[in-house]
């Protein structure tokens, strides 16, 4: 019985090594919520130099856990993470960067995406007092963002 629990605790051990320290761990894959603030080009560098990607929401499930996270550890703020959307290619058309295909489950906040003088073609989620939302965002600003990695 010892013995089986000693395989078990070095198995766990080791799946839990596969996620950069510091990263947070769900399911199968780890996520960085980032605390620096990067243009969403530079977010994305920063993910692939760190072997992940900046993170894609393809389901319900996914979304409301990355929410709660964003939302438990922020508090109500209006803080603005970059994930890994944008409609640059094609106005309207969002796809997500690492697997190129366009979005399926969406969770657009109120009049989003509005894309604001024509500037916004990239997504992040944005803080509000109800949580956190989906907002098209200009690439080029500077804020937080999240990357992930299958572990
Ligand atoms: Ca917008």
Not at 55 to 66: C, G, M, P
Not at 86 to 97: C, F, P, Q
Not at 132 to 150: L, S, T
Request: glycine letters at 6%; proline letters at 1%; charged letters at 20%.
């Amino acid at each position: 019985m010892y013995k089986i629990f000693l395989v078990l605790s070095i198995l766990t051990t080791v799946a839990e090594a596969r996620c950069h320290t510091d990263w947070v761990v769900w399911r199968n894959t780890c996520f960085l919520f980032s605390t620096v603030q990067e243009t969403w080009i530079n977010a994305e560098l920063h993910c692939r130099a760190l072997h992940a990607a900046l993170l894609e929401i393809s389901d319900a499930e996914t979304n409301t856990f990355v929410k709660d996270h964003l939302k438990s550890r922020d508090g109500v703020t209006n803080t603005v993470y970059f994930i890994g959307a944008t409609d640059i290619a094609k106005e309207g058309d969002w796809e997500w960067n690492g697997s190129k295909t366009l979005l399926d489950f969406t969770d657009w906040g109120s009049g989003q995406p509005d894309h604001l003088n024509h500037t916004e073609n990239c997504l992040a989620l944005q803080g509000h007092t109800g949580g956190f939302q989906w907002h098209d965002y200009p690439c080029q600003g500077r804020h937080r963002f999240i990357c992930a990695a299958e572990r």
